[in-house]
T-cell receptor, first 113, second 112 residues
Framework: DVKVTQSSRYLVKRTGEKVFLECVQDMDHENMFWYRQDPGLGLRLIYF???????EKGDIPEGYSVSREKKERFSLILESASTNQTSMYLCASSLGTVSAEQYFGPGTRLTVT | GENVEQHPSTLSVQEGDSAVIKCTYSDSASNYFPWYKQELGKGPQLIIDIRSNVGEKKDQRIAVTLNKTAKHFSLHITETQPEDSAVYFCAASKGGSYIPTFGRGTSLIVHP
């Protein structure tokens, strides 16, 4: 079974802190994604990566950056956390153009106070 | 870009009833339409998908229909059970990159 793991289930940070959310997949997938999930807004794409060291902006990249140094790991970085970044963050991976199915991690609930 | 509208936002049914969730999309080039189920405390999981060369697909109690002309697709769940209670997301994407655009989700509640 494909497994996507996220480093934390719950995280509480202060305004202005630098925050790292880590995601690891174990199925050698090319594509990795970071989404933000808010009530009534569905899943909004922040960034995605289709290869190591490659990244593309999604629909809401402002205030975020990403890093993909290894194929299995995709990190989301909040350079200076703000209260409006309080949300559920979901990581996903997919095989690429061969298969479009996305496999999601369990999510990280981030609260910025 | 693609825009996916999903309705209703909340759906409450009695156990054994059928449930239907509808989505519309804007980009006629979209050709892959997955449905994801998200249970409480978990990430979304693919439950069924359909490609644009197919009009209907079934898997036990769930089915998806696609009307390319009208640019809408629907999820049908028959004989609903309490374990079907979850948030359901539709999505649309194009071949090549398969970067999906998601609907806003439907919270399905099945009352025993």
């Amino acid at each position: 079974d494909v497994k996507v793991t996220q480093s934390s289930r719950y995280l509480v940070k202060r305004t202005g802190e630098k925050v790292f959310l880590e995601c690891v997949q174990d199925m050698d997938h090319e594509n990795m994604f970071w989404y933000r999930q808010d009530p009534g807004l569905g899943l909004r794409l922040i960034y995605f990566s289709y290869d190591v060291k490659m990244k593309e902006k999604g629909d809401i990249p402002e205030g975020y950056s990403v890093s993909r140094e290894k194929k299995e790991r995709f990190s989301l970085i909040l350079e200076s956390a703000s209260t409006n970044q309080t949300s559920m963050y979901l990581c996903a991976s997919s095989l690429g153009t061969v298969s479009a199915e996305q496999y999601f991690g369990p999510g990280t609930r981030l609260t910025v106070t | 870009g693609e825009n996916v509208e999903q309705h209703p936002s909340t759906l409450s049914v009695q156990e054994g009833d059928s449930a239907v969730i509808k989505c519309t999309y804007s980009d006629s080039a979209s050709n892959y339409f997955p449905w994801y189920k998200q249970e409480l405390g978990k990430g979304p999981q693919l439950i069924i998908d359909i490609r644009s060369n197919v009009g209907e697909k079934k898997d036990q109690r769930i089915a998806v229909t696609l009307n390319k002309t009208a640019k809408h697709f629907s999820l049908h769940i028959t004989e609903t059970q309490p374990e079907d209670s979850a948030v359901y997301f539709c999505a649309a994407s194009k071949g090549g990159s398969y970067i999906p655009t998601f609907g806003r989700g439907t919270s399905l509640i099945v009352h025993p």
